[in-house]
Nanobody, 121 residues
């Protein structure tokens, strides 16, 4: 089992920045691919970004490419999502997810409880 706890969400003005963190505990974190997803009110959950177990490969949704950066620190069992130049349409609950790294596309077995990000215009 892997337990995931997100933090770092909040209210920010458009153009601002936030850094989300996802702390993992349980089985070996460094063997898992990690992803960030988001779900806005009335919409389906959507992919945001993902990172391989080593951090050597990253993938982004087109809507966040160039503004968001995913990274991980395997020594701290933590994955991050740096979000810059935030837009009101980035408002959502952001979820962290973990899954075995057998190569893309990853399948995620574990999910966090989510953290709210609200971007005001």
């Amino acid at each position: 089992q892997v337990q995931l706890v997100e933090s770092g969400g909040g209210l920010v003005q458009a153009g601002g920045s936030l850094r989300l963190s996802c702390a993992a505990s349980g089985r070996t974190f460094s063997s898992y691919a990690m992803g960030w997803f988001r779900q806005a009110p009335g919409k389906e959950r959507e992919f945001v970004a993902t990172i391989s177990w080593s951090g050597g490969s990253t993938y982004y949704a087109d809507s966040v490419k160039g503004r968001f950066t995913i990274s991980r620190d395997n020594a701290k069992n933590t994955v991050y999502l740096q979000m810059n130049n935030l837009k009101p349409e980035d408002t959502a609950v952001y979820y962290c997810a973990a899954g075995p790294d057998y190569g893309v596309p990853y399948e995620y077995d574990y999910w966090g409880q989510g953290t709210q990000v609200t971007v005001s215009s």
